[in-house]
């Protein structure tokens, strides 16, 4: 579906059109927010579209309070999500390692600041903060590092909505709950997020069973079982 698709058929299932409370503006930006809420949850349920690597760079050395660290900036098309980062590999040019080990700013120095738990070329750490990855031991010198890719924000009408088909009536679900929550203060949008993960997350295994179901069809024609 394209942006002027999603936007028609959202304004009709809402029932908001002519509404002054949801010009065109307003409807791009709940269906820009509904996509990557979907995205979100599809990366949680172990969806693979959206996975990207990028080699970090510069590497700088420097000071983060009472330790040194490797900074370097997070990739401008990264999902802003907690979970947005599935793996750094890094390196000291002699140890090759992998870590998922993210810790809050503060917990992160704490932590690299205790000789009994500071992370170690083999099994080293990261956090997040303002636009950077940090990264210790120091001694690290280069980093890979596997995440999610956000979608880009739908403008022009012909904009396709880069979610899959199969899961693109969620945008709309989520959309309608955003909606429903601007127009009723009573109306309880956790529970309405609930509900549309939970409808997400059947859908996904129901795409599951029909990809594994053409794998399985496939190998067979390959060793001539099935025509």
Same mark, same amino acid.
């Given at each position: 579906?394209?942006l002027?698709?999603i936007?028609?058929y959202?304004t009709m299932?809402?029932g908001?059109?002519g509404n002054r409370?949801?010009?065109q503006?307003?409807?791009?930006?709940?269906?820009?927010f509904a996509?990557?809420f979907?995205?979100i949850?599809?990366n949680?349920l172990? $969806?693979? *579209?959206?996975?990207?690597?990028?080699t %970090?760079? +510069?590497?700088?050395? /420097?000071?983060f309070?009472?330790?040194?660290?490797?900074s370097?900036?997070i990739p401008?098309d990264?999902?802003?999500?907690?979970?947005?980062?599935?793996?750094?590999?890094?390196?000291?040019?002699t140890i090759?390692?992998?870590?998922k080990q993210e810790?809050?700013?503060?917990?992160?120095?704490?932590?690299?600041?205790?000789s009994?738990?500071?992370?170690?070329?083999?099994?080293?750490? $990261?956090? *997040?903060?303002?636009?950077?990855?940090? %990264?210790? +031991?120091?001694?690290? /010198?280069s980093a890979v590092?596997y995440?999610?890719g956000?979608l880009v924000?739908?403008?022009?009408?012909s904009?396709p909505?880069?979610v899959?088909?199969?899961?693109?009536?969620?945008v709309?679900?989520?959309?309608?709950?955003e909606?429903?929550?601007?127009?009723s203060a009573?109306?309880?949008?956790?529970?309405?997020?609930?509900e549309v993960v939970?409808?997400?997350?059947?859908?996904?295994q129901k795409?599951?069973?029909?990809?594994?179901?053409?794998?399985?069809n496939?190998?067979q024609k390959?060793?001539?079982?099935?025509?």
């Amino acid at each position: 579906m394209t942006l002027l698709q999603i936007r028609d058929y959202l304004t009709m299932k809402a029932g908001i059109q002519g509404n002054r409370m949801f010009p065109q503006a307003r409807l791009n930006q709940i269906i820009n927010f509904a996509r990557k809420f979907v995205q979100i949850n599809l990366n949680g349920l172990g $969806y693979k *579209r959206w996975e990207k690597s990028a080699t %970090l760079t +510069p590497m700088a050395s /420097i000071s983060f309070g009472s330790i040194r660290v490797r900074s370097s900036d997070i990739p401008s098309d990264m999902l802003e999500s907690s979970q947005s980062i599935i793996l750094l590999q890094t390196s000291d040019d002699t140890i090759v390692a992998t870590t998922k080990q993210e810790y809050s700013p503060s917990q992160f120095e704490n932590v690299c600041a205790n000789s009994f738990s500071a992370p170690t070329v083999k099994e080293p750490a $990261y956090t *997040r903060l303002a636009n950077y990855i940090l %990264l210790f +031991p120091e001694t690290i /010198i280069s980093a890979v590092v596997y995440y999610y890719g956000a979608l880009v924000d739908l403008v022009d009408d012909s904009d396709p909505s880069g979610v899959p088909v199969e899961f693109e009536e969620y945008v709309i679900q989520k959309a309608l709950v955003e909606i429903q929550g601007d127009l009723s203060a009573a109306f309880d949008k956790a529970k309405g997020d609930q509900e549309v993960v939970a409808s997400l997350g059947n859908a996904y295994q129901k795409f599951l069973g029909v990809v594994q179901q053409k794998q399985v069809n496939q190998k067979q024609k390959e060793a001539g079982v099935i025509q």
